[in-house]
C-alpha cells in the first residue's frame, strides 16, 4: 500500500495533535513520486529593517493546521489529485547569506530534478533569488507573478548586492524572469524617488499599485494574469503585499495595502496558469499578532497548492 499523501483524518486524530508539518501532510525527507513538495526555507539574513523571518516556517507550520482539505471556492480537494508532503527545511548557514544561496538552489533544484513542484516557505525575500536560479535551470526562463509592497528591484545597501530588497534586479540580470512576461500586484508606500520604479518599467515590467486595486478592484488585475496562460509562472509572494492590519508579523510593512480577502481573490485568479514553483516570504513572527499572519501565510500556500491542484485531474 502506497502512502497517502494527505492530512490525517481529524475525526479520528484532533487537529491540535501530531507533529506540525504543514497540515499535518506527510513529512518526505526525499521529494521522489511528490507533485508538490513544500520546503521551509529558515533564513533572515538578507533583511534591511526588522528580523525574525527565520522563524516563519515553523510558525506557519503550526497555524496550518485548521485548514481543512476541501476547497469550497475552487471546487477541488488538492490531496486527491495531488501527492504533497512536507519535505522539511533547508539547513540554511546563518553567517553567509552566498553560502545559504547555494544550499537553497541545490535543495530546490533535487526537487525539480524529481518532476515535483517547489512551494518555498521563507524566510525572507532574498531567497527568491537562488530558488528562482534553480527554477530557471530546470525550466527556462519563466513568467513571474510577484506580489509585494515592495519591487525589491534596488541596485544593492550598503554595499550589499544581495538581499531582500534586490532579488528581482539580480534575477533579470541573470535572465532567470522575463520581464515583459512579469506582474507586481501591491506596490505601495514612500520611495526615495521616481527612478526606483525606473529599472522595473524599462525593462517593460507590468506594475498593478495597491491604489489601483482599490479603486478599480481585483477583477481590474485579471488581463495582466490572463496574458500569462501558455507561459510556464513562477508566484513569489511577499506577506507585506497585505497590509498590516492583516499581516503585521513582517519586516518591512506599509500601509494601505490588500485585504487578505482580496489577497486570497488575487490568488485564486492564478487558476488556468502553469505554476511551476513559487514562495511565500517575509513572515517575522516575532511581530506578529496571536499568529495571524502566520495564519494568513498558510492559507495562501493551500490557495495555491488548491490553483496547482486544478490543472490535474481529479482521483489521479
Ligand atoms: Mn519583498
Ligand atoms: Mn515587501
Not at 546563518?94 to 533535487?110: F, H, K, N, S
Not at 525572507?124 to 527556462?140: F, K, M
Not at 521616481?194 to 477583477?219: I, L, W
Request: aromatic letters at 10%; charged letters at 20%.
Amino acid at each position: 500500500m502506497t502512502e497517502p499523501f494527505e492530512p490525517p483524518n481529524a475525526f479520528r486524530s484532533p487537529r491540535f495533535a501530531q507533529l506540525s508539518t504543514f497540515m499535518r501532510l506527510p513529512y518526505a525527507r526525499y521529494p521522489a513520486g511528490l507533485d508538490v513538495a513544500i520546503l521551509g526555507i529558515p533564513f533572515d539574513g538578507g533583511v534591511s529593517f526588522r528580523s525574525g523571518a527565520r522563524f516563519g516556517p515553523k510558525e506557519i507550520r503550526s497555524n496550518s493546521l485548521l485548514i481543512r482539505p476541501y476547497n469550497p471556492v475552487l471546487r477541488t480537494l488538492p490531496f486527491s489529485r495531488l501527492r504533497v508532503a512536507d519535505c522539511g527545511d533547508v539547513d540554511t548557514n546563518p553567517m553567509d547569506i552566498l553560502d545559504t544561496y547555494r544550499r537553497v538552489e541545490e535543495a530546490v533544484g533535487r526537487i525539480l530534478a524529481a518532476g515535483a513542484v517547489p512551494a518555498c516557505v521563507g524566510g525572507d525575500h532574498s531567497l527568491s533569488l537562488p530558488i528562482l536560479r534553480a527554477v530557471a535551470g530546470a525550466h527556462g526562463r519563466v513568467a513571474l507573478v510577484h506580489f509585494d509592497s515592495h519591487q525589491d528591484m534596488w541596485e544593492e545597501y550598503f554595499g550589499n548586492r544581495y538581499f531582500h530588497g534586490t532579488p528581482f534586479r539580480r534575477a533579470l540580470e541573470e535572465g532567470l524572469y522575463d520581464p515583459r512576461a512579469t506582474v507586481q500586484v501591491g506596490i505601495r508606500g514612500p520611495v526615495y524617488s521616481d527612478r526606483d520604479f525606473a529599472f522595473g518599467a524599462e525593462h517593460g515590467v507590468t506594475v498593478v499599485r495597491a491604489e489601483e486595486v482599490h479603486r478599480h478592484g481585483e477583477e481590474s488585475v485579471r488581463p495582466h494574469l490572463e496574458r500569462l496562460r501558455g507561459r510556464k509562472v513562477y508566484v513569489s509572494f511577499d506577506i507585506d503585499s497585505v497590509d498590516p492590519a492583516f499581516a503585521p508579523g513582517t519586516g518591512t510593512p506599509e500601509v494601505g495595502g490588500l485585504t487578505s480577502a482580496q489577497a486570497l481573490e488575487l490568488v485564486r485568479m492564478l487558476a488556468g496558469l502553469e505554476i511551476v514553483g513559487f514562495d511565500i516570504v517575509e513572515v517575522s513572527p516575532p511581530y506578529d499578532q496571536s499568529g495571524i499572519t502566520a495564519m494568513l501565510a498558510a492559507n495562501v500556500l493551500f490557495e495555491l497548492i488548491a490553483v496547482i491542484s486544478l490543472s490535474r485531474p481529479a482521483g489521479s
